[in-house]
């Protein structure tokens, strides 16, 4: 039986470049390419002609932008769609997340030329592969241009201050000391939405552990910090957790991050589930360090990583939320916590930021 062929649709502006990486595709007899485009508006034509499996996307483009062809096509007609692009360049690296935000499902960067032979071409093959096999979902605030820009609401909302932290323990709970957030595939745009939700006067810190690549993740946290109004930093190791108090602290990229006798530490320990940062590790110092008192919440993402160390700070007594399927880009990460158990609430991703912050005022409180 013959199995049937990638179908990959190739968008680039640089005739050079285009023509190379349809060579390197169809040097694979698993792939095909059905299509090539040089501008935004082609590619949109020809991705609503060809419905392509996969659509390889560069960001800097004429007629219509990367960004403006990847918010058309996943309002319309939704397709996966690896986004291959320069990381020295920071607006075409904002505009980059802003994709991955707008449903995008993951980024490579250009060769840059001093790759060992066939190592960027071989990578570029396996991730076409793994991309094309995601089911990516319809992102309908394309449709209404607002991708990428808070409401007047989500900025009233987040701009509110949050009453009761100082009364948490009332009840005879534990009071509130960190929110936890991991993500992984379609990880930007989750982020996002939910600290969008989360009010913006808000004293406690928010570690998070997000997989991206460290070309790309030099540059996320300024691009996140831009997108929901909040102070997104990478830690400095040492630093007291408390100092951070109403930050996001994102584990920088090839470093793992944890907590440690009331500190942020940064490690380069091992990978986990081949991460580094990993989500596990993160989780399961806290659970060891602050049990009861932490929030933690698995977002959208392929694999494994950070579904054990859920359940770990459930079973410590924290508060934990999953993100659903039907809402979730790759339903995987947080899947695997839902079936370990690890999850106290399985939620669609509109209502996480409102769970945590209500968990975090009153942690004590239980769903039935």
């Known amino acids: 039986m013959t199995m049937e062929k990638v179908r990959v649709l190739v968008v680039e502006d640089s005739m050079t470049v285009r023509r190379r990486l349809c060579e390197v595709l169809a040097a694979d007899p698993e792939i095909a390419v059905v ?41 319309h ?16 690296v904002f505009k980059t997340f802003d994709a991955l935000a707008a449903g995008a499902v ?5 060769p840059r030329g001093d790759e060992p032979d066939g190592a960027w071409e071989h990578t570029f093959v396996s991730t076409v592969k793994l991309v094309s096999r995601i089911k990516v979902i319809t992102h309908l605030r394309a449709r209404l241009g607002t991708m990428g820009r808070a409401s007047t609401g989500e900025i009233a909302a987040r701009s509110t201050p949050v009453n009761g932290f100082a009364r ?36 406690l810190p928010v570690l998070m552990v997000l997989h991206i690549d460290e070309p790309f993740g030099a540059s996320f ?24 108090a109403g930050r996001v602290v994102m584990a920088a990229p090839g470093s793992h991050l ?25 989780f399961e110092s806290l659970a060891q360090e602050i049990g009861a008192a932490t929030v933690a919440c698995l977002l959208t993402g392929m694999g494994r990583d950070g579904a054990a160390g859920l359940l770990r700070i459930r079973q410590a007594g924290g508060r934990t939320v999953a993100q ?9 990460m947080p899947r695997e916590a839902a079936l370990l158990g690890a999850a106290e609430q399985v939620l669609p991703l509109g209502e996480i930021g409102r769970a945590l912050t209500e968990l975090a005022q009153r942690p004590d409180r239980r769903s039935p």
């Not at 392509?52 to 932008?65: F, G, H, K, N, Y």
């Not at 007609?77 to 075409?92: C, D, K």
């Not at 944890?258 to 993160?282: A, F, I, M, N, Q």
């Not at 659903?324 to 995987?332: C, I, L, M, R």
Request: net charge negative; with cysteine; charged share 20%.
């Open 35 to 75: 299509g090539e485009a040089g501008d935004g508006k082609s590619a949109i034509e020809k991705c609503a002609e060809l419905r392509p499996d996969v659509m390889t996307l560069d960001m800097i483009l004429p007629v219509m932008s990367g960004l403006a062809t990847t918010e058309y096509v996943m309002a």
């Open 77 to 92: 007609f939704p397709t996966p769609i690896l986004v291959v692009s320069a990381s020295f360049n920071r607006g075409e």
């Open 106 to 110: 993951d980024v490579l960067e250009k």
């Open 168 to 203: 948490a323990a009332a009840g005879g709970g534990q009071e509130a000391r960190v929110v936890a957030l991991g993500a992984s595939t379609g990880g930007p745009g989750a982020l996002v939405q939910v600290l969008r939700a989360v009010p913006k006067v808000f004293p």
């Open 221 to 244: 946290a300024d691009w996140l910090g831009g997108q929901t109004g909040r102070v997104v930093a990478y830690p400095r190791d040492g630093e007291p957790l408390g100092a951070s």
């Open 258 to 282: 944890v907590v440690e006798g009331g500190r942020l530490r940064v490690t380069h320990g091992p990978e986990r589930h081949s991460c580094r940062p990993s989500v596990d590790v993160l």
């Open 324 to 332: 659903d399927e039907t809402t979730s880009v790759v339903y995987g």
